[in-house]
């Protein structure tokens, strides 16, 4: 008893845990509602392509995402079926879940997995008994949501709008307009038992109604007939609930419910600033500006009015940084010119009217496309014009703008003009020398830059020739560049990625490295390094390793010698939300990795942070601590030096386990050197630099 009393003392010294290793995260945006599905006691909501549930009892909000519940990502359509109790939720993909309210969730997968020559896009969803009828391009879909199955499937040539039913008669309304009638007592799998009619019933909901305000926006009112009452969307973003009275007068019952979470779903590009994740993304037609992620809350900089100010249309950005000399002063670069933030309020907009910044055609105010940001340490900003005729690098020093116009950058013809700054220029980073480098993601000239800033020379590199002598061809894009902790610079590209040392960048060389992964076969022969895949991103952690994501084959993570594939995380195999993923960052003191895919953002609790120069008794310690009878995870302590060696002890000198630190990290299973889980007690931490220097010791307590 003593002893067990001993091991628990130690609370109120420990620090508290952290998230587990291998624990994944979802950011869902919940925004734009689009649907609301009363059910009794819940109210499930779809918002941003995502679902939410309002409890009417409690007040409580319950999100569901492919991390805790869903078999996927994208929603297009929710239905509630009052017979079965079960809401059916259909993704872009044609995946079809059904939750009931007890958060179990069927997965249905054939419609998703079957082959068609025609399209299988969703259009709408009409409820009946245990049934759900899905409108589809190719015909109607019958879903059994009882059985969790698809009892029926029916094709007429044409593809369905909607459905409706009235007494043992199915009409379907084409996308063309036409109606066609089917008998529920004939076979209807056959095309000839539907024939085309033109008296039929009305084809709407009659607990919906859509009101499209002054403002802009739809409001979607939904009739709740368990609590007697409607629920409709509020331009905020959020959920509201009311009751109208006889003259019509709308009274607030509840208002102001939506989960915590991002506005937009969009994050093609992210860096982390002082352990905040900064982000931004664009598809050209969207208005998402920069969201910033802090301790799970989420800052989202002004974005509503700001066409109005500029004059040109509000679109997303696609790069952003920060100001070094001032956090809260950003700029961020669009499609339509430069955009200038402080304290996430907008403050100014830069273009061809009052910056040396042009369009792709010197008139259109759309297409000033700023597709690169970067500040120096000096707090120079510098800017990328892409497809501009007279201008490509221009820096903002001061107030004051300057081109350094180079004609390594200007090699597009386009528009009735020649020489034009090339197609994207983006992706600016400097590295651990001083060096300034981006790429032109464009498969007129795709190439990876250097600049010297202080000698003002740049450096084209537009082929691609590997250790081998082989030029790569059949190159379309240089996605990025990134620099390792053994300062080589990386690419991506979409035919793989490539290295160049900085032993060939310090020589003036222009060779690449193509990595050669050993088969281990008995052959002693190799492959490249992820040869052929398109690698869209890319994320160094603290131990070294490469983080790479993909355009279609979700994330790889590679060890730091390149020889070895730790993980492959897809869609189908991980809660990875899409397996395109459009920017990788990593929080390399949590060690968090953060993954902005097409679908939204999420994360996965990696094992590797920072290194720490020096290890000490305040610095290195170790979580969950302590260990409790029902925790079956990994232990992880942090606060290492690179490469530090690491011995866990019994109270008596007796080494239960031991090894190398993964960068500033070191996991260990709970488990002795034979497997075997280690007997309650409090274990010690010894540490040493990987040069054989004595480091720290912390401690770990075990309660079986």
């Given at each position: 008893m003593k002893r067990i009393l001993t091991i628990w003392s130690l609370l109120m010294v420990m620090i508290t845990p952290l998230a587990a290793i291998g624990q994944w995260k979802a950011y869902m945006a919940y925004h734009h509602i689009t649907d609301i599905e009363p059910a009794g006691k819940l109210v499930y909501v779809l918002s941003s392509n995502d679902l939410f549930s309002y409890n009417v009892n409690d007040n409580s909000v319950t999100i569901y995402n492919k991390v805790n519940s869903l078999s996927d990502s994208y929603i297009d359509f929710i239905a509630w079926n009052n017979t079965v109790k079960k809401l059916i939720i259909v993704y872009n993909n044609q995946n079809i879940d059904l939750l009931d309210m007890d958060d179990q969730v069927e997965n249905i997968c054939d419609y998703h997995n079957k082959t068609l020559l025609t399209s299988k896009t969703v259009y709408n969803i009409t409820i009946n008994g245990n049934d759900a009828y899905l409108s589809t391009a190719s015909g109607i879909l019958k879903v059994n949501m009882k059985n969790a199955e698809i009892s029926d499937t029916y094709y007429f040539g044409e593809a369905v709008n909607d459905v409706t039913l009235q007494n043992n008669t199915i009409y379907a309304l084409t996308v063309n307009g036409t109606v066609y009638q089917g008998n529920r007592n004939n076979n209807l799998t056959d095309p000839a038992s539907w024939t085309t009619t033109t008296d039929h019933p009305a084809f709407t909901d009659d607990n919906d109604i859509t009101i499209?305000?002054?403002?802009?926006?739809?409001?979607?009112?939904?009739?709740?007939?368990?609590?007697?009452c409607y629920w409709s969307n509020q331009s905020d973003g959020k959920l509201q609930q009311y009751t109208l009275s006889d003259e019509g007068i709308k009274t607030v019952l509840a208002s102001n419910i939506n989960p915590e979470g991002p506005k937009y779903n969009?994050?093609?590009?992210?860096?982390i600033y002082k352990g905040k994740l900064y982000t931004c993304g664009s598809d050209n037609n969207s208005q998402a500006g920069i969201q910033v992620l802090n301790d799970d809350q989420w800052t989202i900089y002004e974005d509503d009015g700001i066409s109005e100010k500029t004059g040109v249309s509000n679109v997303g950005a696609y790069c952003l940084d920060i100001d070094p000399k001032n956090e809260a002063h950003i700029f961020a670069g669009a499609r339509n010119g430069l955009y200038e933030y402080l304290d996430g309020k907008f403050i100014n907009?830069?273009?061809?009217d009052n910056s040396p910044i042009e369009s792709y055609n010197l008139t259109d105010k759309e297409y000033q496309l700023v597709t690169g940001v970067k500040y120096n340490q000096s707090g120079t900003l510098w800017i990328l014009n892409s497809q501009a005729p007279n201008t490509s690098l221009i820096q903002l020093k001061d107030g004051h703008f300057t081109k350094y116009n180079k004609e390594e950058l200007m090699k597009l013809n386009d528009g009735g003009f020649n020489n034009k700054s090339n197609g994207e220029?983006?992706?600016?980073?400097i590295d651990s020398?001083?060096?300034m480098w981006f790429v032109n993601n464009n498969w007129v000239t795709p190439a990876l830059y250097q600049y010297d800033i202080i000698n003002d020379q740049i450096k084209a590199y537009e082929t691609i020739i590997n250790q081998d002598g082989t030029t790569i061809t059949g190159m379309y894009h240089v996605y990025f560049a990134e620099e390792d902790l053994d300062r080589n610079i990386w690419i991506g590209t979409d035919?793989?990625?490539?290295?160049?040392?900085?032993?060939?960048?310090?020589?003036?060389?222009?060779?690449?490295?193509q990595v050669k992964v050993p088969r281990n076969d008995g052959t002693n022969l190799a492959d490249y390094l992820l040869a052929?895949?398109?690698?869209?991103?890319?994320a160094i952690d603290g131990g070294g390793r490469k983080w790479f994501g993909t355009n279609g084959n979700g994330v790889y993570l590679i060890s730091a010698d390149n020889n070895e594939q730790i993980y492959h995380f897809t869609a189908e195999n991980s809660p990875l939300l899409s397996d395109v993923i459009r920017s990788i960052v990593i929080n390399n003191t949590t060690g968090e990795v953060f993954f902005g895919t097409d679908k939204g953002l999420c994360s996965y609790q990696s094992d590797a942070v920072t290194a720490n120069e020096e290890m000490t008794k305040d610095n290195v310690w170790a979580y969950p601590n302590p260990v409790r009878p029902d925790y079956t995870g990994l232990i992880t302590i942090v606060g290492l030096s690179f490469d530090s060696d690491v011995k866990i002890l019994t109270a008596n000198g007796t080494v239960v386990n031991e090894g190398r630190s993964n960068g500033g990290s070191y996991t260990w299973d709970g488990c002795d050197k034979n497997g075997k889980r280690v007997a309650s007690g409090v274990y010690m931490v010894a540490t040493a630099t990987s040069d054989g220097k004595k480091g720290t010791v912390c401690k770990i307590a075990i309660v079986n």
């Open positions: 499209s305000n002054n403002n802009g926006y739809q409001e979607f009112i939904a009739y709740d007939r368990f609590n007697k969009l994050f093609s590009y992210m860096k907009y830069y273009g061809s220029l983006s992706k600016m980073m020398q001083g060096l035919v793989g990625p490539f290295m160049l040392e900085r032993s060939e960048i310090n020589n003036g060389g222009s060779t690449f490295t052929n895949v398109d690698i869209y991103s890319m």
